[in-house]
């Protein structure tokens, strides 16, 4: 459905009989009967035409051509009974044409064999037999311009006066005839020439043919010469050989498979015929048939882009070409092709590559037009159209409308630099493409918009932001699977804990799916409660790994947690079914930390998680992943990790981000991936650090008293203890007086900050009172050491608490 811009839409029929005019007088009948249907396909607002034949049993009407989008799209059949009720056997049997609307096609005694769609149908006896069969986009029926142009070609249109598919044993020129269940093929001498034979050299075999075949084209191929793919019923399609020159030739194959007879194979018989000659320079049947597998396929915006420039560009030789999706009132381009700014006009580049995603279709006149239509517009050279447009097609310009049901999806631009001529071919491509890109356009916009929710959920699940940790510095990516649109269960983390220890954690749930996710969050939580609280690593995972017992879940989660001491450069790990740690040293040699493990979370209640030990020296990278990163089907767990290994060792340490997007470049997208890398660097200044433990005697608050003095004046800072004593007395009294069991008191002076930390076996944190009354008995402690502390707050620690004021010295 092409229209020549916007001018001349009542003179279709008119342009329709002088093309026809211009059909050379010696064409095969074949030939000229296919070039018709593409001119209906031109001016008559069909998406797909065909030619109906009596077979040769005369009992039926067989399909012998056929133009335009896939016909199986629309429910055509190979074949239709001459005594049923389909709307082809009725229109041949009165010789009166059929104009059905997609209402009264429904109505049909034919109907339940047609898919149910929005599509009108016409059906027009030919002169000499058969009739001549089209499928319209307009649910309404075709136009009275539309049936003005189908009845002139109708009138055009004559069955071939031999086929090549009948059953007599005689070959036409340029035909083969194949035994599907031997793979034997006859030929004739006309045929081997196409192919660069002699008798002499061709022993027979349909693979000596199929050998000679480019290989991007031989799967198409083998759907039609391979009986597991073929139905009763005509094929056509164009594939490419290699010459004996190196240079590809285009060929077309018209087929058909006939059944065979008691004690005979069934037969592929048909003919191959020069498409390079028939069709210099486009190739529509098997470039939609391409286009069309590979939008199948295409699951983002970007890949639907892709395929249609591969589809388009080269056969058209254009110049460049613009697809843009169609949100509300405006247009956002997905894809320019070259991607180059020079390739663009200048107004492109300094306007419409930064203003496009934001330009309203209304200030584009031509395309809005076009968008208004549906219909595929072209513009030869020379034609005013507005200056942006202009400039992409100085030489010749086509607009796609790209429908996808009863909206638009956007709209493809393809230009041409010099004078272009466009040929009936070429527009039957171009029309056939839009149709096929935007219905893909409009999927993947769907699927893309459904994987972005699903990675922003998984995203609400990880942390934001990684904390900034002393002496180390930590970077994290996470990629979703692009196979689907579930929640992975990959999860990592970062917890700085007291006394200058960080923990990392990275771990996998099994399964992709909602509760993978969720169990991911709780897994998560549960991690970073008992790391916080101050066990060691082995009891940390121990405890989650009872807590996924306890959740009587189906299933079962891995987990490699590291607890790294910044200030002396050594960590303990332990993995519960998880990958190891990998370790680059500073002179760049790197280091698979095996270890014994233990099994994964959720799998045995009573199991043990044994540590293993890392040294580290300033420079060293720790990098914990999921298997995601380094497993695939064609790769496995062993390889992937000595692969990761050999990465890192050729990174640079210094820019963390970037390692961390180099090791992701090529991950297996089937899987999540998490990755965790942390570049130990040192501590510049070490804390200084002393403990004290209170035992429950009358003098204990003095005892406290007296060892903070001489700790602070071993540090340098005796003149500045009255605060600090000051708030040891207040904590060590609160201690004593509201919990039982063992008082640790911790001093610990970084710089010029002094941190008073006094730890107990209660779970329950001091208050800080709202107000304090004249007679009251206490609560002022805790107002002391606020008004003297600096910040002061409470840590859940194994058993207990730790409350713990930070004191500014001079």
């Known amino acids: 459905m092409v229209s020549e811009g916007s001018t001349g839409r009542g003179t279709r029929t008119s342009r329709a ?25 031109v001016f008559g607002g069909a998406a797909v035409a065909t030619v109906y034949a009596p077979g040769v049993t005369g009992d039926e009407l067989c399909l012998i051509e056929s133009a335009g989008a896939p016909r199986a799209l629309y429910g055509l059949r190979d074949s239709y009974s001459l005594t049923g009720g389909s709307p082809a056997a009725a229109a041949h049997r009165s010789g009166l044409p059929l104009w059905l609307t997609a209402a009264e096609l429904a109505r049909t005694a034919d109907s339940r ?21 089209a499928v319209g986009e307009n649910p309404d029926g075709f136009t009275t311009e539309d049936r003005d142009c189908l009845t002139l070609l109708a009138a055009a249109a004559s069955c071939p006066a031999h086929s090549p598919f009948d059953d007599s044993d005689e070959l036409p020129v340029s035909a083969f005839t194949l035994a599907m269940d031997s793979g034997h093929v006859e030929v004739d001498d006309a045929m081997l020439r196409l192919f660069g034979l002699s008798r002499a050299d061709f022993d027979g075999k349909v693979e000596t043919l199929l050998s000679m075949t480019v290989p991007e084209d031989l799967p198409s ?5 391979e009986p597991d793919h073929m139905s009763i019923g005509d094929r056509e399609l164009e594939f490419r050989i290699l010459q004996p020159s190196g240079e590809p030739r ?62 388009l560009r080269k056969p058209l030789r254009a110049d460049r070409i613009a697809l843009a999706e169609l949100e509300g009132e405006r247009l956002v381009v997905t894809v320019l092709d070259p991607p180059q700014p020079e390739a663009w006009p200048e107004l492109w580049r300094s306007e419409w590559r930064s203003e496009w995603p934001d330009a309203p279709v209304r200030s584009m006149p031509t395309l809005a037009a076009a968008l208004r239509e549906g219909r595929a517009a072209i513009w030869p050279a020379g034609t005013p159209l507005e200056p942006a447009l202009a400039g992409v097609g100085p030489g010749g310009l086509a607009v796609l409308p790209l429908p996808a049901g009863a909206r638009m999806a956007g709209a493809c631009l393809i230009g041409w630099d010099s004078p272009h001529d466009f040929g009936p071919d070429e527009r039957a491509l171009l029309t056939a493409s839009a149709g096929l890109a935007g219905q893909a356009l409009l999927r993947a916009h769907a699927f893309d918009a459904e994987h972005e929710l699903v990675g922003m959920l998984q995203r609400s699940l990880l942390p934001r932001r990684l904390p900034r940790l002393p002496g180390a510095v930590a970077v994290a990516r996470y990629l979703p699977t692009t196979a689907g649109l579930e929640v992975g269960g990959d999860w990592y983390d970062v917890i700085p804990l007291p006394d200058n220890h960080v923990a990392l954690v990275i771990g996998d749930v099994q399964g992709h799916n909602a509760s993978a996710a969720t169990l991911m969050g709780q897994m998560r939580t549960a991690l970073r409660a008992y790391a916080v609280e101050g066990h060691p690593p082995d009891v940390v995972v121990s405890h989650a790994n009872r807590l996924l017992m306890d959740l009587e879940t189906d299933l079962f989660a891995t987990c490699c947690y590291v607890d790294v001491d910044m200030e002396e450069g050594s960590a303990w790990f332990v993995r519960a079914g998880h990958l190891p740690p990998v370790l680059r040293h500073p002179d760049g040699v790197t280091e698979i930390a095996w270890s014994e493990g233990g ?4 799998v045995v209640g009573r199991a043990d998680f044994p540590m293993a030990p890392l040294r580290m020296r300033p420079g060293t990278i720790v990098a914990l992943t999921t298997d995601g990163l380094v497993e695939s089907v064609d790769v496995d767990v062993d390889n992937g990790l000595d692969r990761l290994a050999r990465d890192l060792a050729g990174a640079d340490p210094g820019r963390l981000g970037l390692v961390a997007d180099g090791l992701l470049f090529e991950a297996n997208r089937s899987d999540d991936v998490a990755l965790l890398l942390m570049r130990y660097d040192g501590m ?7 403990s004290w433990t209170v035992w429950r005697v009358p003098e204990a608050v003095r005892h406290a008293r007296r060892f903070t003095r001489r700790t602070l004046r071993f540090w340098g800072v005796a003149e500045q203890a009255d605060a600090a004593l000051l708030v040891v007395s207040e904590l060590v009294t609160n201690a004593l007086v509201h919990t039982e069991g063992q008082i640790r008191l911790d001093l610990t002076l970084v710089s010029n900050r002094l941190r008073v930390a006094v730890a107990d076996s209660s779970p329950r944190s001091p208050m800080k009172p709202t107000s304090v009354g004249w ?35 001079d």
Not at 113 to 133: H, I, K, Y
Not at 221 to 225: A, E, G, I, P, Q
Not at 796 to 808: A, M, R
């Open 17 to 41: 009989e002088l093309a026809l005019g211009t059909l050379p007088p010696g064409l095969d009948p074949r030939e000229r009967l296919h070039h018709v249907l593409e001119l209906a396909l």
């Open 113 to 133: 064999r047609t898919p149910a769609g929005e599509f009108s149908l016409a059906v027009l006896p030919l002169r000499d037999c058969g009739a001549l069969m």
């Open 221 to 225: 191929l083998m759907s039609v010469v």
């Open 250 to 311: 285009w060929l077309r194959l018209r087929g058909r498979l006939l059944p065979g007879g008691e004690g005979h194979p069934a037969r592929l018989v048909g003919t191959v015929v020069d498409a390079s000659t028939l069709r210099p320079g486009v190739n529509d049947v098997a470039r939609v048939q391409r286009l069309a597998a590979a939008l199948a396929t295409a699951g983002t915006v970007r890949d639907v882009g892709r395929a249609v420039v591969t589809a």
């Open 599 to 602: 099994p994964p979370l959720g």
């Open 684 to 690: 510049t200044l070490r804390p200084l650090r002393e």
């Open 775 to 809: 007679e009251a008995t206490g609560g002022r402690g805790i107002l002391l050491v606020d008004a003297m502390s600096a910040a002061w707050g409470t840590l859940p620690v194994s058993g207990g608490k730790q409350v713990w004021s930070e004191i500014l010295l």
